[in-house]
């Protein structure tokens, strides 16, 4: 079955052509960095406008790249929420019109979904129960997957995502946007001892998280240098160094506790902020205590096309697809909402 995925639900126009059979044929990513930069994060109508521009062409290129026609495609999965308004509705309307002239089949993928699963598209054999820790621009949480479709929620961020913390720090410290890879860029410099920042909610019981402190404590230390006449490059590396240290010895930490309530033997970290290197290396380390870690190559941890495809195919191909030709988009969307599949 091959399937056209589309991601319109923020600022990354994303679109690819996966094969149930031969893996992913094809796949474009266009980022709007360049859109917000200037603004110092997403503006939700720019984001919509410039969805509007590339989608189009994009899907024409990717289809040719993957060596197919439209009416090769058996299927047309697209993300439905949770996301900007106006950005889902770009996606959700092209795809749906598409499949309809196609007479195929449109499937509404769950963003995080696509996320979740995106592990698999590299590393197919991995074994069931998982623990998934998400961790993107609007979510941080920690999900055990004991199927495709049933999903229990662990821990969840109780006020800014991981990806949220990074962006607020990185512009509070003037470094711009995206934060997430500005800090981690700057904090290879760095010395991650330097501030000694907490490691948020991990002496209380549980998986869940709370980072809306650490800036503030990034803040304080930051006007304390400013007031000392010594927030130079050097004393920013070490900030951004610091910050990102109690992050990922959080992360991995609930990892771990995740592991160790469930009994699951495998790890798996998707979304914007497990392109962390850092973070990467840290969860790597759990291997050497019978954990099999496993995280999407970079260009499949932020988001794009591909993870839409292929999530949207595991459905269409069990039979599922939107019961109707209505453009429906979903906002916001627990993910624990999501129908089982069998
Ligand atoms: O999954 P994603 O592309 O979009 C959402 O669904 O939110 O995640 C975007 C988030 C942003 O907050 C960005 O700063 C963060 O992922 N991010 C990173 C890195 N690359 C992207 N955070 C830390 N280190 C990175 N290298
Ligand atoms: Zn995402």
């Known amino acids: 079955m091959r399937v056209l995925g589309i991601e319109t639900s923020c600022d990354e126009t994303g679109v690819a052509v996966y094969d149930t059979e031969a893996g992913l044929l094809a796949h474009r990513v266009h980022s709007q960095i360049d859109v917000h930069a200037v603004y110092g994060g997403v503006v939700p109508e720019l984001a919509s406008r410039d969805h509007v521009r590339y989608l189009r062409p994009m899907v024409d290129e990717t289809i040719a790249a993957a060596g197919l026609a439209p009416t090769d495609l058996d299927g047309v999965a697209y993300t439905t929420g949770p996301g900007l308004l106006g950005a889902l509705l770009v996606g959700a309307t092209f795809a749906k019109t598409l499949a309809l002239s196609l007479e195929r089949p449109a499937l509404g993928v769950h963003h995080m979904e696509g ?7 590299e590393t197919p054999d991995l074994a069931l129960p998982f623990v998934a ?15 495709l479709g049933d999903y ?10 991981a990806g949220e913390a990074f962006d607020k720090t990185a512009k509070l410290l003037e470094l711009g946007y995206p934060g997430g890879p500005k800090i981690s860029a700057l904090a290879e410099t760095g010395d991650p001892t330097r501030f000694g920042f907490t490691r948020p909610l991990t002496d209380r019981p549980g998986c869940d998280f709370s980072f809306s402190g650490l800036k503030t404590q990034v803040l304080t ?16 590396a070490d900030l951004a160094a610091s910050f990102q240290a109690a992050i990922v010895d959080t992360l991995v930490l609930k990892c771990v506790r995740a592991l160790e309530e469930t009994g699951a033997k495998t790890l798996v970290m998707s979304g914007g902020v ?3 290197r850092q973070l990467r290396e840290a969860l790597r380390g759990l291997e050497n205590r019978g954990v ?3 995280y999407p190559s970079p260009q499949f941890c932020t988001d794009n096309g591909a993870m839409i ?17 209505q453009i429906q988009i979903r906002p916001r969307w627990p993910l624990a909402d999501l129908p089982e599949v069998v």
């Open 292 to 294: 099999q870690v496993a």
């Open 133 to 147: 820790l998400l961790v993107s621009g609007g979510h941080t949480q920690l999900i055990l997957v004991r199927a």
């Open 152 to 161: 229990e929620l662990l821990g969840t961020t109780l006020d800014d995502a």
């Open 274 to 276: 497990s392109a962390n």
């Open 115 to 121: 996320h979740l699963l995106a592990p698999l598209m």
């Open 309 to 325: 495809a292929f999530a949207g195919a595991l459905r269409l191909e069990r039979g599922q697809a939107d019961a109707s030709a």
């Open 221 to 236: 230390e930051a006007k304390k240098c400013v007031d000392a006449g010594i927030l130079d490059d050097g004393t920013k």
